[in-house]
């Protein structure tokens, strides 16, 4: 019961499908090892944790804009 109500509210369901396609098949992990993986071992594995290069933000949208009024 506790399942269907979280749904309810708006939880997503746990994407195993990409998360099994992703360990099996992109990153050819046996099975035995991909399942044995914590979840911060995945996400480390499947570049999860490399750096992010910060997101253009509205006012370097707009200096850009002007900068460049193509």
Request: hydrophobic letters at 45%; proline letters at 11%.
């Amino acid at each position: 019961m506790r399942a269907a109500a979280d749904r309810k509210a708006g939880a997503e369901p746990f994407p195993w499908e990409t998360v099994m396609h992703v360990g099996l098949c992109l990153l050819r992990l046996p099975p035995e090892v991909f399942w044995r993986l914590t979840p911060a071992e995945f996400s480390a594995m499947a570049g999860g944790m490399r750096p992010r290069s910060p997101e253009i933000r509205r006012d370097g949208l707009e200096a850009l804009m002007r900068r460049f009024p193509d």
